[in-house]
């Protein structure tokens, strides 16, 4: 792939050239973001650079570990009653808010009612309210550091939820963080770095927690010991990638979390950076919007798969750095056996034939994407190529990422090219994507008996009968193609020399504790 520069990206590179020598200031990690975030309330008005940045400030009663299980972060211990509705947490001692507030167990309860309010919007209400994965009844401080939280029924993901990245961790911010109105104003919580200054469109600026409390031993994930070892972090909106990379190479910047495929193999061999590299379990794919009048049609919709040549897609758009993937249960999985590994071969007879079937009359069939994430865009591009070598009138509709995003949670569009941040328990990968249009219209397969069958999936624990079910799950997903599943990524983060203890993470999100720069 040749790569080149206009003009107006070399403009933006010798810019943060310029502003690399205001910048680099001792104990300040300098962090290359494609676009601004979208806001610091914790999963709410969210996407994965939100995410990256607000960890940094937020922590919740439990955290992912290294291996993707979820450990205690606030909770010093949880015990669970017998018959699993219960979990009472233990918070640590001497942990304290920004504003040096001691955190309490009213905190925690305070928090929580604020995230189960409609009025705030919390992406991952549904999770616990009854109205998707459990049902959350109470939640009561027994004491200064004792809370308890009840559950209608037994779940098996309880912990796993409460954890993950894109809910913000269900993080415990003091109450001070809103206004006496009660709007959002800054959060104020108990992680190792706090906000110091947002400049909208240019950086976001974090500053030390100098009264960190940290848990004992190593880094461990989203957990673990958590010592911030910088004064600063300052997020840098670069959102051209070759404009980041100039900046990267020029010292304007010191970290690239997740750089282009195709750059990768070319900084390898560059001595003043580092690279490091992760599968993760994010996943890319194409969506399909089932309540639409043209493909609506599982035929239609089995057409487009047939005439796609899925292996070449992701070959192209990763540079080879990621092997395809067709189930929602990514490959790094301990759940992804056999009965998930074949991926589908282009076959245009078979397009031609479902399509006829469909009645379809060469309507045009509009493919949402963005420049935002180069693959992503590229994914659509190349699908537009093989649909139309199909006989199929593929459109492009490009979107800045804010009104893709949009759309997305609308569910308003007919297909689009699609990126998803990690889950780390395949219930949670099904559940992504599954669920009544009529509550959550960002879901893409509306299917009663699959989200039935997630719900059992949650409550129950043996290995052996978890498997069974997501093998169903899958072989339905088969057979109603509420969208194609192309691949699991690859993170590629990139550093200067100067930086010392960084290291990539299998659910895809940047961590700067632990980490210094010389």
């Not at 992406?123 to 209608?152: I, N, Q, S, W």
């Not at 910088?230 to 010292?251: H, N, Q």
């Not at 560059?270 to 794919?285: F, K, L, Y």
């Not at 031609?352 to 591009?381: C, H, M, N, W």
Request: proline share 5%; hydrophobic share 45%; charged share 25%.
């Amino acid at each position: 792939m040749r790569h080149w520069m206009t003009a107006a990206v070399a403009a933006t590179a010798l810019i943060a050239a310029a502003a690399g020598d205001v910048w680099a200031q001792a104990g300040t990690i300098r962090v290359r973001l494609n676009s601004d975030i979208r806001s610091t309330d914790p999963g709410t008005n969210r996407d994965e650079n939100t995410d990256a940045v607000v960890q940094h400030m937020i922590e919740g009663l439990v955290a992912f570990k290294e291996d993707a299980t979820v450990g205690p972060m606030l909770a010093e211990k949880i015990a669970v009653s017998e018959d699993a509705t219960t979990y009472t947490f233990t918070l640590r001692d001497g942990v304290t808010f920004h504003n040096g507030a001691k955190l309490t167990a009213d905190d925690v309860v305070w928090a929580w009612k604020r995230y189960a309010d409609p009025a705030t919007k919390w992406r991952c209400a549904p999770d616990f309210d009854g109205r998707g994965l459990m049902k959350v009844t109470g939640v009561e401080a027994k004491d200064p550091r004792t809370v308890v939280f009840a559950l209608a029924k037994p779940s098996a993901l309880f912990l796993t939820v409460m954890a993950r990245v894109d809910c913000g961790s269900t993080g415990i911010y003091h109450r001070d963080s809103v206004g006496p109105d009660g709007k959002w104003v800054q959060p104020i919580g108990t992680g190792p770095f706090k906000l110091g200054e947002w400049k909208r469109g240019e950086y976001v600026e974090l500053l030390r927690n100098t009264a960190y409390a940290a848990r004992p031993g190593r880094r461990d994930g989203y957990t673990g010991n958590k010592t911030p070892l910088v004064d600063r972090l300052r997020f840098v909106v670069i959102p051209d990638a070759a404009a980041a990379k100039a900046a990267l190479l020029s010292g304007s910047v010191d970290l690239l979390p997740d750089t282009n495929n195709a750059d990768a193999a070319e900084l390898r061999k560059r001595p003043e950076v580092a690279v490091h590299e992760t599968q993760t379990m994010s996943m890319s794919g194409i969506l399909f919007q089932t309540k639409d009048p043209q493909v609506g049609d599982v035929r239609l919709r089995k057409a487009i798969l047939a005439a796609l040549d899925t292996t070449e897609i992701v070959k192209a758009v990763t540079e080879g750095e990621a092997r395809p993937n067709a189930s929602p249960i990514p490959t790094a999985s301990p759940f992804h056996t056999a009965a998930h590994q074949a991926v589908p071969k282009q076959d245009l007879a078979l397009a031609k034939k479902l399509l006829a079937e469909a009645g379809y009359k060469g309507q045009a069939i509009k493919i949402v994407a963005t420049k935002r994430y180069p693959t992503s865009f590229d994914t659509a591009v190349l699908a537009q190529a093989m649909m139309q070598a199909a006989g199929i009138n593929a459109e492009i509709e490009v979107l800045d990422w804010a009104t893709m995003l949009d759309k997305y949670s609308k569910g308003d569009y007919q297909m689009m090219s699609f990126l998803y941040s990690a889950r780390l328990d395949p219930a949670l990968s099904f559940e992504m994507i599954t669920g009544p249009k009529a509550t959550q219209p960002r879901k893409v397969w509306d299917n009663p008996e699959a989200i039935a069958m997630i719900q059992d999936a949650l409550a129950v624990g043996d290995r052996a009968k978890r498997q069974a079910i997501f093998d169903q799950l899958y072989a339905r997903f088969q057979a109603d193609r509420p969208m194609i599943v192309l691949y699991n990524g690859m993170e590629t983060g990139v550093t200067r020399k100067q930086v010392k203890g960084y290291a990539s993470f299998v659910i895809g999100v940047p961590r700067l504790w632990g980490v210094s720069i010389e």
